[in-house]
């Protein structure tokens, strides 16, 4: 399938998606949302995908949402469906199957950033730098960045950054946790692309279910989530990886899953 906004290739298990708008800085507009959400769905199917990398290149991730289209938004039923859009988005790599990994060079701000929050993991160079820029121009988040922040660096410093709206360094993004791994500059989607290589060599069911387990588990209690965990381990216990996982690691070999 050809695309306008983004170009894709499959690098062994790694699904790369850049975002492809230079002239606008990578401003997500509806259109790229559409176009990875597209990818996203397939790669659910795609058993040779082991992990999603979304980058934006060398120079940045992405600037923000198109404000061309935000702008357009003035009554609240023209919000409810734009930023309805964002939520899906969002949802659909929150829920994706596969590891989704942000492979951040250079600026990433505002729905930039929101974006990079609803990835599994992130990755940032060491001149990467990250941003919600709201409050400089009347808004509030609105895809989930106040939300989903705080439940990753915790909610002091998660204020701290919407109340300044001015960038932060990757040092201080990897000291807070926002940043999973820190590299050198030119070196994330590398390093994005090994994790995936890593993950080729576990089993999907695994990754699948230990993905929903703590994203589902972190809006429950903690005896509801132990029961939710409880669930998903006695499903995953009656599968054929998991014979074969423990056959390998008793007869010390590697071992081979087959997703099933």
């Known amino acids: 399938m050809s695309y306008e906004t983004i170009k894709v290739e499959q690098d062994g298990p790694a699904l790369v998606i850049r975002f492809d708008r230079p002239q606008q800085r990578n401003a997500l507009s509806l259109q790229l949302v559409d176009e990875v959400m597209a990818e996203v769905a397939k790669?659910?199917?795609?058993?040779?995908?082991?992990?999603?990398?979304?980058?934006?290149?060398?120079?940045?991730?992405?600037?923000?949402?198109?404000?061309?289209?935000?702008?357009?938004?003035?009554?609240?039923?023209?919000?409810?469906?734009?930023?309805?859009?964002?939520?899906?988005?969002?949802?659909?790599?929150?829920?994706?199957?596969?590891?989704?990994?942000?492979?951040?060079?250079?600026?990433?701000?505002?729905?930039?950033?929101?974006?990079?929050?609803?990835?599994?993991?992130?990755?940032?160079?060491?001149?990467?730098?990250?941003?919600?820029?709201?409050?400089?121009?009347?808004?509030?988040?609105?895809?989930?960045?106040?939300?989903?922040?705080?439940?990753?660096?915790?909610?002091?410093?998660?204020?701290?950054?919407?109340?300044?709206?001015?960038?932060?360094?990757?040092?201080?993004?990897?000291?807070?946790?926002?940043?999973?791994?820190?590299?050198?500059?030119?070196?994330?989607?590398?390093?994005?692309?090994?994790?995936?290589a890593l993950y080729a060599t576990r089993a999907p069911l695994s990754l699948a279910l230990s993905k929903r387990a703590v994203y589902r588990g972190m809006d429950l209690d903690l005896a509801s989530s132990l029961e939710f965990e409880t669930y998903l381990v006695t499903t995953i216990y009656g599968t054929e990886d998991k014979q074969e996982g423990i056959s390998a690691f008793l007869e010390k070999r590697p071992a081979q899953f087959k997703g099933k």
């Open 43 to 196: 790669a659910a199917d795609n058993a040779s995908v082991s992990a999603i990398i979304l980058t934006g290149g060398e120079k940045g991730f992405a600037a923000g949402a198109d404000l061309t289209e935000a702008i357009k938004v003035k009554t609240a039923q023209d919000g409810m469906s734009f930023f309805g859009k964002w939520h899906k988005f969002c949802d659909a790599l929150e829920t994706s199957s596969k590891p989704v990994i942000a492979a951040v060079e250079g600026y990433c701000y505002t729905a930039g950033f929101e974006l990079a929050l609803a990835c599994d993991l992130r990755i940032g160079a060491r001149s990467s730098t990250w941003c919600i820029t709201s409050s400089r121009i009347g808004t509030v988040a609105g895809a989930g960045g106040t939300q989903r922040l705080p439940r990753i660096v915790g909610r002091a410093h998660a204020l701290e950054i919407l109340f300044a709206a001015e960038p932060i360094d990757a040092d201080h993004a990897f000291r807070i946790g926002l940043i999973n791994r820190l590299v050198d500059d030119g070196s994330a989607l590398a390093e994005a692309k090994k994790l995936a």
